[in-house]
């Protein structure tokens, strides 16, 4: 740290120590760890991955390889369907869970679990449940009808089905809670207004919860996908892609040309997503950065 | 005479009651049925576990004990993997805790030039998938000479926690009142005599939300664990649950008993916290 004593100095300071104040030199000495991280990790495997997916004949091999056509569809299947069955259904329990009883309020506790502990073991455990021959819903199935239950994993869109209830069974907890907030911070007399009106529920609904809301709903419904995206666990750990590599989903399949040794595939996959990722990146950043 | 209609207000009463239990109890089936699954797997014998029952006739400890005695090819190493988790998740914690803490008192106290930048720039990583950054990430550590070192798991797990770590640490700095550090400075504080006497204590609930979160996410993580360590002296429990599936009759009741034991410490910690943590995550996770 250079200190300038005084004007007459003969040696003229650094110009940019001279700007600075001592607490602006703690300022960058403070920010550089998460700076040099930044760089590190962030960065330089970004630029050396794209560096990596240049060549245009990885989008050749890419466009050619049917298992990433179906990942793609997959991957859309996922998003549009999964995000807005979940993200309806935390809007409905929202609801429900903002109601003032102490059984609810119990149950709001337990209700957390799945996304507090780990994928592994109870991804692995719906995977077992699944199972044809010793799984407990085949058992069920059997005793009840005494017929063999479907094979739930054999079947590329059963199992998919499979993997989007995992998934929103694993995120479904964390939305719901942040929906709680954004409900609880409706005024209540607007509803005691309502209700004095002989509002009915919908109305209710339509006219004084959907419109305060609705941001809320439509920035987490846009977040949830960029991190549905990401999430890798709901597919590996239940169907591992299979039956026949049909069930990837693009995040799986990255993984699964990485371990394939095939480095510049699994780059240049993930390019793939970026016209569609970057936009909403952008507008989660304007929308958080206000 | 027409009575305060006492029998008609409490139908209604039932009614709804009725109307909430149907939405209720099905969402505690939900929630619960993996977990329950899991549970039932680690108290049965091997037998009562594949017949489908939902209660074992036997219900026995005898799995804990086997995973305890490291009684399986599986589960040989079973305490050198609890503790790699528990350090890399101990890790994790602290370092996320430094660097962000240090980040965010820069950004929002001392308003370092470009400090607008840099919280871009983590709120850019903050929305990259995870999954995606794996790819590019697994071949860095390969390149840093760091594959199969703890260090490639914890400084990976750092760089996906700091960014949301030092946007939550940010919104909290902000809400504190400038008069504070003003006041320290006239008092004749330096800069770091700030940041401890003044800043740390007062950021304390912040901390402690994220300390738990970045240790949890740490425990939890999967993927990058299995992507950059692979030694079985080296891996950490999930991993670990992970390999089980590669042999063809998997132990599986062995399985759910350590994967019901490695969930155990995250869900306690959860609860322990869950002050702390809802408010913070969530007020950090989307401003309304």
């Known amino acids: ?290 | 005479m027409k009575l305060p209609g006492v029998s008609e207000f409490s139908w209604r009463d039932v009614a709804t009651e009725a109307r909430l239990l149907l939405i209720g109890i099905p969402v505690f089936l939900w929630t619960m049925i993996p977990i329950y699954h899991m549970f039932l797997f680690a108290i049965s014998p091997k037998e009562d576990a594949f017949s489908g029952k939902l209660w074992p006739d036997h219900p026995t400890l005898h799995n804990f004990e086997i995973v305890f005695k490291q009684q399986h090819y599986f589960l040989r190493d079973f305490y050198v993997q609890f503790w790699n988790s528990l350090v890399i998740a101990a890790s994790v914690g602290v370092l996320t805790l430094v660097i962000a803490t240090a980040a965010a008192f820069s950004i929002s106290r001392l308003k370092v030039p470009g400090g607008r930048v840099v919280l871009n720039l983590a709120l850019f990583t903050y929305f990259i998938p995870a999954a995606f950054l794996a790819v590019p990430m697994y071949r860095t550590m390969g390149n840093y000479g760091l594959l199969n070192n703890h260090w490639s798991l914890i400084l990976a797990m750092v760089t996906i926690a700091s960014p949301y770590a030092i946007w939550v640490l940010k919104q909290a700095s902000d809400k504190l009142p400038v008069e504070l550090d003003e006041a320290a400075v006239m008092d004749g504080a330096t800069t770091l005599q700030i940041f401890r006497l003044v800043y740390l204590p007062l950021m304390m609930p912040s901390l402690v939300a994220i300390g738990t979160y970045a240790v949890l996410l740490a425990w939890n993580e999967y993927l990058y664990a299995f992507l950059l360590l692979s030694n079985d002296r080296e891996i950490t429990l999930p991993v670990a649950l992970g390999n089980f599936l590669a042999a063809d009759d998997s132990p599986w009741e062995l399985l759910m008993t350590t994967g019901f034991i490695y969930a155990l410490p995250p869900a306690a910690v959860y609860y322990a916290f869950r002050r702390y943590m809802v408010g913070g995550l969530t007020a950090g996770a989307v401003k309304s």
């Open chain 1, 1 to 290: 740290m250079a200190i300038t004593l005084s004007g007459d100095q003969s040696i003229p300071a650094p110009p940019l120590s001279s700007r600075l104040t001592p607490a602006q030199v703690w300022g960058i000495v403070l920010l550089a760890p998460y700076l040099l991280v930044f760089l590190a990790f962030v960065v330089y495997p970004v630029c050396y991955g794209l560096w990596l997916a240049r060549a245009p004949s990885n989008y050749v091999a890419l466009y050619n390889d049917p298992i990433f056509a179906r990942a793609a569809v997959n991957t859309l299947i996922f998003l549009v369907i999964g995000i807005n069955i979940k993200m309806l259904i935390a809007l409905f329990l929202s609801g429900f869970f903002a109601q003032q009883r102490p059984w609810i309020k119990w149950l709001s506790v337990i209700f957390i679990l799945p996304w507090a502990v780990p994928s592994i073991p109870t991804i692995l455990s719906v995977r077992f449940m699944l199972n044809p021959e010793w799984g407990v819903i085949n058992h069920i199935i059997f005793s009840l009808t005494g017929d063999d239950g479907p094979n739930w994993l054999n079947d590329p869109t059963v199992a998919l089905s499979m993997a989007i209830g995992v998934h929103i069974w694993k995120s479904l907890p964390f939305w719901t809670l942040i929906l709680i907030t954004g409900r609880l911070a409706i005024a209540h007399d607007l509803f005691e207004a309502a209700e004095v009106d002989g509002a009915s529920w919908w109305q209710k609904f339509r006219y004084i919860t959907w419109p305060s809301m609705q941001t809320l709903y439509i920035t987490c419904t846009l977040l949830s996908m960029i991190w549905t995206l990401g999430d890798f666990n709901s597919v590996y750990l239940l169907t591992g892609g299979g039956p026949a590599d049909l069930t990837h989903v693009l995040s799986t399949l990255g993984i699964r040309y990485l371990r394939l040794d095939q480095l510049s595939l699994a780059m240049a996959s993930i390019v793939c997503a970026m016209p569609f990722v970057l936009p909403l990146v952008y507008f989660m950043m304007k929308r958080l950065s206000r």
